[in-house]
């Protein structure tokens, strides 16, 4: 895009200095006649040359502001703001070449991965190897994206599959493709150290699968949710998922392309993104099975431990309520004993209020019955 903007920047200049140069020699009857000429047809005019010029230069300018400013996001930690721009460039209108497109699309998957969107990054992985089989940087962000979600036999494939293009590489001396075509990540001396590690990285790959870690595939991190997620969190990032990536989708992005390569072939560019999309399809449907049984097994867990707490708070009543009736007797029994000793008390008072009363009569008798003898004695004067 950078080169076809310089060629159309080069191309506008001359065709300029051209028509300076020709307008010197025209007379004003020349101009005239050209603008009755433009002004009289009915139809509207085709526009020329010059113009559609600018118009695809200030298209490719706007694309590649665009891509400068998604790649200055993702550099700066906004994934979220980086994937807004290179989705912008990826869903323009008008067409995108097939290799720029790519590169957008690789943009886009390392946003996608720091965002946690996994699957979407697995996505656009898809539809840039669909485009280009050879695309050494798509092969190795899609082999890191199939490790980060432990799909250990995936990622080995998509391994060995760059090892063949690094043997290519080597053996025919040039990068894959044709020579105009940009490897912005990959440099010719870098292969052979590339190479090296890469085998190190098969060789241990092979000896983790061998190991039986090839089967433990981590489906949350995959389908994008969190460990002991609810029923309602799963299913709806399972719709959202299988909403935006199902195969019958993945070809339609095909479409807003253009392909100068004579040789490429559209069928095959759109067999191959949609068997790479019916891949990933059943590994989210597989991941929405696993994560589902975990969900259900857990909410029966929850369920059990219900009942067992009712249970138990139950039992503990039933014994307070035993409780409470062992403690009746020995109370109404405390209360009576109470009672005795309070009416044996109220007894022994009025026996002894009875006799004190009773001497107090006879006490009383014998002073109204008898005479008191009394002694009179005389005063003298």
Known sequence: MEDALVLLQIGRRLASAAFRRESVCWSDDSFASFAGEADGGTAAPLPSVSETASQLLSHIKLVLRRRAAAMAALDAGLPAEAVRHFSKVLDSRRGLPGSFAASCLIGRAAAYRATGRLADAIADCNRALALYPSCIAALRSR????????????CLHDLEHLKLLYDAILRDRKLPGPPWRPHRDVR?????????????????????????EGNDVDYYALIGVRRGCSRKELERAHLLLTLKHKPEKAVGFV?????????????????????????LYRMLQKGYANIMVAVMDEEAAVKQRAKEAAAAAAAAAIQVAAAKTADKPKADRNAGGKECCKGSEKAAAAVFQGVFCRDLAVVGSMLSHRAIPVKYEALSC
């Not at 890469?198 to 060789?203: A, D, N």
């Open 143 to 154: 082999a890191d994206l199939f490790e980060a979600v432990r799909a250990l036999a995936d």
């Open 255 to 279: 479409d807003r392309l253009e392909f100068l390569d004579d040789h490429r072939d559209l069928d095959a560019i759109r067999d191959q993104a949609r068997m790479s999309a019916s891949i």
């Open 188 to 212: 010719y001396r870098d292969i052979p150290a590339n190479l090296r590690a890469l085998t190190t990285r098969i060789q241990q790959l092979r000896g983790r699968i061998a190991g039986g």
